[in-house]
């Protein structure tokens, strides 16, 4: 089953790759604010369901996807 | 206003991120397969309206954010 896990800085949390692609966008000209940059991971799992997906995918975020102190995540399941 | 992009390495083309983390994954015990690895970019542009927001954000990844070559981009423009 395709699952899609988007992994993004939390507030608060410091962003240097962000301000370094707000700057270069100023730079090009662009009226930017607030860029934040996190990851996206698309993967295949072995599941029987939507349901034991998430739940799996959800593990892989805890032990090694996402730093749940300075990250927060979100997950979809492809059918 | 609030757009997002997420950028992904295209079909064909070699991801060690993805392959990185997915033997990881394998090694925490997880089956996985085909996992891929791309960014998220969440920024705020100044724009009347969606199509010009959504138009800017466009020219931001020709110019800075995606390499064509290698990466495909998706564009959501929130609100």
Redesign the interface.
């Known amino acids: 089953m395709r699952a899609t896990v988007?992994v993004?800085p939390k507030q608060g949390i410091l962003d240097p790759q962000?301000e370094a692609?707000?700057n270069?966008?100023e730079h090009?000209g662009?009226?930017?604010?607030?860029?934040?940059?996190?990851?996206?991971?698309?993967?295949?799992?072995?599941a029987t369901d939507a349901a034991a997906a998430r739940a799996?995918v959800e593990?892989?975020c805890e032990?090694?996807?996402a730093n749940p102190l300075m990250e927060s995540y979100e997950i979809e399941v492809h059918g």
């Open positions: 988007v993004r962000g692609v707000e270069a966008l090009l662009f009226s930017v604010a607030g860029a934040r940059v996190g990851k996206v991971v698309d993967l295949e799992v072995e799996q593990r892989m032990q090694l996807l």
